[in-house]
């Protein structure tokens, strides 16, 4: 679904400039292990953990005694393996903090590598992806009663046993084994310590200090200040992919900032706050929504003494009057996006015939990522309001559910469109990545002759940085576009900051195509995960009865149902290889 890297990393980066290798090779190791971690949460953690409740041997409407201990007993191998992960992420948030602290140290800038202006915010967008991991697990264990209820129950039995540990047949080294790693869990995963425990960490060691480095916290707030106008300029626009997702990582920066260095920044911090009044709500997984006010106010504590209580009063009333617009523009917002999914869908399928000259590779890379666009907005759209409702037990009339599932099929006729055209979607893909990588390249060559004839007059250490960087790009943009070398690339495109090298309008250029070819890359795997319905197997019991019913209502419409079935077959999908806390197969 997207083109794999067969070489490492060692042998990506290869410049002249040893000591730049380094740099880009360490950063570029912690990040694309961020990503490792940021899929495997998704693929084997998440899941478990939002169903667990969901089935279990019932008498009588409840479960049968003992059903609770032994679903909580099904899950402890689980749950160690998630104390592990987590433990990776906060050794990994550390040793990047580090890293960037040893990069960003005076010592370094006198004798190693020039650093001032660099502003490697890729690595900084890296931490924040690890820390949305945290602040995602934090909310599940948050919202699941069920699992604190078992979880109490079974360490009850576990305590019961300890008096007698013989006739259960057990030893007593093995009993007490088995309580100390409940304590382990429960002191690395409940009550919120996920996240807590990576703020207080003890980032300060030998011949590195975090927390004393003013450079660091210089750099560190102007990458926050970027990323939060990158995700102002697009959250609930026309043009909204990943942003609101990334919110939540932003927000645990600006938490880990403050852990570290005990700096307010009062203008940028209301900045964040007053998001709520584009975003209040954010879908995380499942049928779990997060609150960044909520967040921010529980977790900052500085935010307690910077808002006063008029401000802090204002969050409430927004966010119910967000949602009563929602509801309100539901009918104009399904015939909207009726009329552009359809007229899109008609292109798709014409315009798929043409020839491979460049206006037309430029026309379909527009087409497939108005496709994408037009996917986010209403996942985003049905996922909000309808988890959101869900949260906040407030019902919804059937004239406003009937439209959800009129946008979510929607929804999943793109994804069908896409399917039906995948051998061209994939022919075309290859040749867009190499049309944007002609178009970055052409503004590099221009970069490497301006600096080339400065050097000639006036030599300098930050030139040669540059020069690498440039050098670095053009090499690993002939070549597929995998997920490696655009990671290395975006890194090196941070140390092109030397003056009339490259002008604004080029930089932007660049970071735009970027972005683009990041899209247009991984278009598969990005349709797959946006068009996937499984959130519905939470709102099952409301939802799928009146659907039907709606359907045996209106015979014509009978049509609909293949799409209806398709988004059950995915729930399903879901429950069946995620769940671990019973047996389904029994």
């Known amino acids: 679904l997207a083109p794999s890297e067969q070489a490492t990393l060692l042998t990506l980066v290869r410049t002249d400039h040893k000591i730049f290798n380094k ?39 409840v479960l049968q005694d003992g059903e609770a201990q032994l679903m909580m007993g099904r899950m402890v191998p689980v749950l160690q393996d998630l104390a592990n992960f987590v433990g990776r992420i906060h050794d990994l948030v550390r040793h990047t903090l580090q890293q960037l602290a040893a990069f960003y140290s005076a010592e370094n800038s006198r004798t190693v590598m020039q650093s001032q202006g660099i502003v490697l915010q890729t690595v900084f967008e890296a931490i924040g992806d690890a820390l949305a991991i945290l602040i995602t697990l934090d909310e599940i264990f948050k919202a699941g009663d069920t699992f604190r209820e078992h979880w109490a129950q079974y360490k009850r039995v576990v305590k019961s046993i300890r008096g007698a540990p013989a006739e259960y047949g057990l030893e007593d ?30 980032f300060d060691v030998q011949h590195v200090d975090v927390s004393k480095n003013l450079l660091l916290n210089d750099i560190f707030l102007a990458s926050m200040r970027n990323i939060f106008l990158q995700l102002d300029s697009r959250i609930g626009e ?41 975003l209040p709500a954010v879908y995380l997984v499942g049928d779990l929504i997060w609150f960044p006010n909520e967040f921010m106010w529980n977790t900052i504590t500085y935010f307690c003494q910077l808002l006063d209580k008029k401000t802090t ?36 399928e014409s315009a798929l015939k ?26 985003h759209y049905v996922k909000t309001m309808m988890n959101y409702h869900s949260h906040m037990r ?22 069908f469109t896409f399917h039906r055209c995948s ?21 590099i060559e221009g970069g490497i002759a301006r600096i080339t004839a400065m050097q000639q007059t006036r030599y300098s250490d930050k030139s040669l940085d540059t020069v690498a960087a440039l050098q670095l790009m053009k090499t690993l943009l002939n070549g597929p576009g995998t997920r490696e070398r655009r990671l290395v690339v975006s890194l090196a495109f941070h140390f092109l900051n030397q003056p009339k090298v490259l002008n604004g309008e080029e930089m932007s250029n660049i970071h735009g195509i970027l972005k683009k070819m990041e899209a247009i890359s991984e278009l598969q795997l990005r349709v797959r995960e946006v068009c996937d319905c499984g959130f519905l197997y939470w709102h099952k ?10 359907l045996y209502s209106n015979p014509p419409d009978a049509h609909r149902l293949h799409v209806r079935y398709n988004r059950t077959a995915l729930c399903i999908y879901e429950f069946l290889f995620c769940v671990v806390h019973i047996h389904l197969f029994e």
């Open 423 to 443: 051998l061209n979607v994939t022919d075309f893909t290859y040749y867009i990545v190499q049309t944007y990588q002609a178009d970055i390249i052409s503004i």
């Open 173 to 202: 080294t093995k009993l007490r084994s088995l309580e100390k790693i409940l304590l382990t869990l429960e002191g690395k995963l409940m009550d919120g310590r996920v996240l807590k425990n990576c703020l207080v960490q003890i």
């Open 541 to 550: 019991e409301v939802l799928v009865p009146l659907y039907l019913a709606d």
């Open 238 to 278: 026309q043009n909204e992919m990943t942003q609101r997702h990334r919110l939540v990582g932003l927000c645990g920066l600006l938490a880990l900032h403050f852990s570290i260095f005990n700096i307010v920044d009062k203008k940028f911090s209301k900045q964040v706050w007053d998001v709520y009044k584009k």
């Open 313 to 348: 009063q204002l969050v409430d009333p927004a966010r119910v009057n967000y949602f009563n617009t929602l509801t309100q523009g539901i009918v104009r917002t399904c015939q909207s996006m009726y009329i552009e999914v359809s007229s899109w869908m008609i292109r798709m």
């Open 354 to 379: 043409a020839t491979k000259e460049s206006s037309a590779v430029r026309q379909r890379a527009s087409l497939f990522l108005n496709g994408l666009l037009s996917a986010y907005r209403i996942t």
């Open 394 to 415: 407030k019902p919804m009339t059937k004239s406003t559910l009937l439209h959800l599932c009129k946008l979510l099929e929607l929804l999943k006729s793109i994804q």
């Open 23 to 61: 740099v880009i090779l360490v950063f570029a190791a912690l990040c694309s292990e961020v990503m490792e971690l940021r899929h495997k949460a998704v693929t084997k953690f998440y899941y478990p953990l939002v169903m667990y409740g969901e089935g279990g041997r019932l008498e009588d409407g």
